[in-house]
Nanobody
Framework: QVELVESGGGLVQAGGSLRLSCVAR????????MGWFRQAPGKEREFVAS????????RYADSVKDRFTISRDNAKNTVLLQMNSLKPGETGVYSC?????????????????WGQGTQVTGSS
């Protein structure tokens, strides 16, 4: 059974930073592209960033480019999301997902499994 566990969320003032972590258990991590998605209350899950299996290629939502950085450590089965200059509108539950054999889709439907998410709350 595959399990993803996110951590690192919290309350942050506008302009602040957070680093989210996602640890995978029970999976051959290097076979999966990984993505971070955000879901705000009453809204659909939206793409934030993704990284392909070996970490050589990344994708970002236009709204977070140059502020967020996704990375992975395959030896530790971990994917990170460094978020800088956070905006109040970026509040939501941030979840990581695993996409088998993919390149990091921007669509959540491409991901096989998800973590429970970690809450990020931005304040102005």
């Amino acid at each position: 059974q595959v399990e993803l566990v996110e951590s690192g969320g919290g309350l942050v003032q506008a302009g602040g930073s957070l680093r989210l972590s996602c640890v995978a258990r029970g999976a051959t991590f290097i076979r999966y592209a990984m993505g971070w998605f955000r879901q705000a209350p009453g809204k659909e899950r939206e793409f934030v960033a993704s990284i392909e299996k070996n970490g050589d290629s990344t994708r970002y939502a236009d709204s977070v480019k140059d502020r967020f950085t996704i990375s992975r450590d395959n030896a530790k089965n971990t994917v990170l999301l460094q978020m800088n200059s956070l905006k109040p509108g970026e509040t939501g539950v941030y979840s990581c997902g695993g996409e088998f054999g993919g390149s990091g889709s921007r669509r959540p439907i491409g991901y096989e499994f998800w973590g429970q998410g970690t809450q990020v709350t931005g304040s102005s």
